[in-house]
């Protein structure tokens, strides 16, 4: 194996590039499906890789309790460096634990604190208006869905932008974007090298949720002024509801914007496989053929191990 099985750890190093390669060339929806797929994937290699090093990491415990086979030699000899990289990888592992736990809590925090404040003034539709003077406005999954909208947001509106606000946030739900960001959120968590990717596909979801709301308002400008002035309302704050997708979140406003204002992007990519789509799809399923080569590789090794140690 010697040090191909560190490659799943560098490999999503390429993220970054694929990211913006993909959010702008291919259809926000098409974009965002295939840049969760790919956090998943990487995340999932590397964290096997990092379960062999775990698996050695144990075995050199002093007076662990482990059959002797775990500690055998053939299996230390799988792993470079395995006196540093076991110990290493069981506190990285623990890290990484601690994170999703850490980032799974926040969700679930902000979303039972928004739900609680959006059931005091909900008036049996999907649509809840709090009673805030500063402008806001995010989606809100559960049972039932909500959009939720603060007074202040509906107040700087003209009623066409509003319906386009409403639009983006049923666009989130409808999508289920709150889901993926999640997911990407604890791929990050698994590999800090794929945090670049979330932000892609925050950028992503909020592109796709625009493009709905403008093929629902029927209007590509009305929802470009409504984004734009949302945003220039809602500066200096967060407006992001704990870790819940929100309109006019801080990001690219402005190429947002500026997207809405072209001609709606089509469904299809029918470009050129040189083209940097195809380099793309060129380096992303690069990174997961290796990724996934080695960290099969990795999990025979550690099947190998525990069939040895008569664990399976």
Do not use: K, Q
């Amino acid at each position: 194996m010697e040090y191909v099985v560190f490659l799943p750890f560098v490999v999503p190093l390429t993220a970054l590039p694929v990211g913006r390669l993909a959010v702008r060339h291919l259809h926000p929806r098409t974009a965002t499906l295939l840049l969760t797929a790919l956090a998943v994937v990487l995340a999932l290699c590397s964290t096997v890789c990092l379960g062999l090093f775990g698996v050695v990491g144990t075995a050199r415990i002093p007076h662990n309790p482990l059959p002797d086979t775990w500690a055998d030699p053939e299996v230390r000899a799988a792993v470079p460096w395995d006196e540093v990289t076991g110990f290493a990888s069981l506190a990285a592992l623990l890290v990484a634990l601690l994170a999703c736990v850490r980032t799974g809590a926040r969700h679930r925090t902000a979303r039972v604190a928004a739900r609680r404040a959006a059931s005091a003034v909900r008036d049996g539709g999907d649509v809840a208006v709090l009673p805030d003077p500063s402008p806001y406005a995010y989606a809100l999954p559960g049972r039932p869905a909500l959009v939720v909208v603060s007074r202040g947001m509906r107040e700087c509106l003209t009623e066409r932008e509003y319906a386009a606000v409403l639009a983006h946030e049923r666009a989130h739900l409808a999508g289920r974007h709150h889901g993926l960001l999640l997911v990407a959120r604890l791929a990050a968590c698994a590999n800090p090298l794929l945090r670049p990717l979330v932000g892609a596909l925050a950028y992503g979801a909020e592109r796709w949720a625009d493009e709905e709301a403008a093929r629902v308002v029927g209007d590509r400008r009305v929802t470009a002024r409504a984004v734009g002035r949302a945003a220039l309302s809602s500066r200096g704050r967060d407006g992001s509801a704990g870790l819940l997708p929100a309109f006019a979140a801080p990001g690219p406003v402005p190429r947002r914007v500026a997207a809405l204002l072209a001609p709606a992007p089509a469904a299809r990519w029918t470009g050129a496989l040189w083209g940097p789509v195809g380099w793309a799809v060129l380096m992303a399923g690069g990174g997961v053929v290796v990724s996934a080569a080695s960290s099969f590789n990795a999990a025979v090794t550690v099947v190998g191990v525990w069939m040895g140690a008569g664990v399976v």
